[in-house]
């Protein structure tokens, strides 16, 4: 299993690679074995942003793996923390997480790209929903498409199981980027070694706010925080980051974040 979920640590940076071949699919197993690399990601205060990538080029994943399902993998099953595939529903994730997309997210796969915070991907990469033609619910995607891109669109690719190519994904905004294969591994590093350097404490907050936000009013929310009522911003506003952008400021030098 860990020639199947393969951890590269690189300062306070995770790099975790699915390797399955052919189609990067997921079972019971892997799920559950991801859930626990990204548990001890949340739970590390070194580790403060995560990549979550796959093998080869032809499939970012395949989503749910139906070869094991046939073996008795029950769709229904234990999954683990997180469930499917570790991130979507992973509590308290409070820390940047990237995905870098090269190659087809279909299905399960698509919906583990929606978990991330930003998505790259490669020119040819595409995502799918096919579900609709197995006569069942792709589920997480159904909550939180309609919320990243065009109601209409949404709807469209969950009723029809239509392909998305990587530059109609861009120009609808599910994807931050549209990269060439070779070059997209290193601007993913970019990014995450520029989010490496910024302030932990404020994205906990970005996060938990965002997290709340979904579904209520502004107001409300924005009682939450005024209240101190979401922990993350409560630490942050009592921290020492939490002043140290000011005094950098003042003394006129790049701020040094220490995350507490």
């Known amino acids: 299993m860990t020639d199947v979920v393969k951890r590269n640590v690189q300062g306070g940076i995770l790099e975790v690679t699915l390797d399955r071949p052919k189609a990067n699919a997921i079972d019971l197993a892997t799920s559950r074995r991801m859930g626990e690399v990204f548990r001890d990601f949340r739970d590390d205060p070194d580790l403060r942003v995560a990549i979550i990538r796959t093998a080869g080029e032809k499939f970012f994943c395949a989503g749910w793996d139906l070869k094991a399902a046939a073996d008795g993998d029950a769709v229904d099953g234990d999954y683990g923390l997180g469930g499917f595939g570790g991130l979507q529903e992973m509590r308290d994730m409070n820390k ?13 796969g698509f919906e583990l790209a929606l978990s991330a915070d930003l998505i790259y991907a490669s020119e040819h990469s595409s995502f799918a929903l096919p579900e609709i033609n197995a006569g069942t619910l792709a589920d997480a995607a159904t909550i939180k498409l309609p919320k990243r891109i065009p109601y209409h669109v949404a709807m469209e690719m969950l009723y029809t199981g239509r392909w998305m190519d990587a530059e109609e994904a861009f120009r609808w905004g599910l994807v931050n980027k549209v990269l060439p294969a070779e070059g997209l591994m290193k601007h993913v590093w970019d990014v995450a070694r520029q989010l490496e350097s910024g302030p932990p404490l404020v994205f906990h907050s970005i996060k938990e706010v965002a997290r709340e936000a979904e579904g209520r009013g ?8 005024t209240g101190k009522q979401l922990p993350t911003v409560d630490i942050l506003y009592n921290s020492e980051d939490g002043m140290e952008g000011f005094k950098a400021f003042a003394e006129k030098r790049d701020p040094v974040w220490k995350g507490r």
Not at 96 to 108: R, T
Not at 218 to 225: H, L, P, R, W, Y
Request: hydrophobic fraction near 55%; aromatic fraction near 4%; charge should be neutral.
């Open 96 to 108: 940047p997480v990237i995905a870098a997309v090269n190659g087809m997210a279909v299905g399960g």
């Open 218 to 225: 502004f107001q409300d929310i924005m009682n939450k925080v």
